[in-house]
């Protein structure tokens, strides 16, 4: 195959799973709204799995055969920052607005705003702040963003001994862990606190590992667009008692979520379900990124003045979709594409996945 042949190969969308990814983060959104609408996603958490495994597949068919064509992990890394830094500085300063309301609010129980501004810095860095319990406390999902960060650099570094073996050898370490994980803490819900860090750190290198091997494989399993994101929102919201919790959240990572990803890649949607699975997977990285500091802002106000907390839940949801839709559109493509203008250099050529990661 030539190299322009492999690299429309590699150029190639999934709309499907833009779909499953902006599905997927609309269930996180929910499953943190719970304190406000009620329990809509109980397994909402799950979908941070098949993130992880998202962002394996569509990384290696980016970049797989790239760095065999001696394409540089510096060059990986610079793409992944400008993806990640435009709506992380947003994020962080959607956070400091929420610990400023939270002082005015509660001011004899609120964190000091210096010690807000520390655990900004470190944000910034995407590195964790751990003394509060929670490794991102101003922004809790940010500890699978900057795990997905570090695991993917991780992968273009180490990208010549990632053979099949050493690839393979990485799933059942870290599968393993993950399950002794989840059976020791009775559920998946994992990996957002320092007691937990450890059963995170084995969720994302199993989940991004399995999606490179299942993207290498060329396994596919074509059930139509529309089964694997439905049957990723039933899967989300089945209410299943506390006992039953740890071995569905096993099968759904060993078994269900590799399938619905598989299946995902194997079937490409047509009309205006295309459409919709464009604009899904436009908004799924900023709404994912911005809505627990909204969320919890708007829970500390309700808390505060005796408000609505399901009215309010009701309209900060259909808020944060089009705040999500507004920073996309007019804040986060714009300021990717003149970043990557500036910073653009010979020997550098971005190949930014068109998929959000």
Not at 219 to 248: H, S
């Amino acid at each position: 195959m030539t190299r322009a042949a492999g690299d429309a190969q590699s150029d190639h969308i999934f709309e499907t799973l833009n779909a499953l990814r902006g599905v997927a983060a609309m269930l996180v959104v929910l499953f943190h709204a719970a304190p406000l609408i009620g329990g809509v996603a109980p397994g909402g958490y799950l979908a941070v799995d098949l993130f992880f495994i998202l962002s394996g597949f569509v990384i290696a068919h980016r970049y797989d055969r790239r760095l065999r064509s001696g394409f540089s992990w510096r060059g990986v890394l610079l793409a992944r920052l400008i993806r990640f830094w435009p709506l992380l500085a947003l994020s962080i300063l959607l956070c400091a607005a929420k610990a400023v309301l939270a002082v005015i609010v509660f001011p004899g129980s609120a964190l000091p705003l210096s010690e807000a501004a520390i655990i900004l810095g470190a944000t910034f860095l995407l590195l964790p702040y751990p003394s509060f319990g929670d490794l991102f406390p101003l922004n809790v999902p940010l500890w699978t963003l900057a795990l997905e960060f570090y695991v993917s650099i991780a992968y273009a570094v180490l990208f010549p001994w990632l053979g099949p073996r050493v690839l393979w050898a990485g799933v059942v370490a870290s599968g393993l862990c993950l399950a002794i994980c989840v059976v020791g803490f009775g559920d998946n819900n994992i990996g957002t606190h320092v007691a937990t860090a450890l059963g995170g750190v084995a969720r994302a290198v199993f989940g991004f590992l399995v999606g490179v091997g299942l993207c290498r494989s060329g396994i596919r399993w074509p059930l139509g667009p529309f089964v694997p994101v439905v049957a990723l929102i039933v899967l989300a919201c089945l209410p299943l008692a506390p006992d039953q919790r740890a071995g569905f959240d096993l099968a759904f990572v060993f078994v269900l979520a590799p399938l619905i990803v598989i299946s995902g890649a194997s079937a490409e949607p047509w009309g205006r379900f295309a459409a919709m699975a464009q604009y899904l997977g436009s908004l799924s990285f900023a709404l994912y990124i911005v809505h627990s500091p909204i969320i919890t802002g708007v829970d500390t106000l309700s808390q505060a003045f005796g408000l609505n907390a399901f009215a309010l839940g009701l309209a900060t949801l259909i808020a944060l979709l089009v705040f999500s839709s507004m920073i996309v559109r007019f804040y986060d493509a714009p300021l990717r594409a003149y970043l990557r203008r500036q910073l653009a250099y010979s020997g550098v050529r971005w190949v930014e996945s068109k998929i959000t990661q």
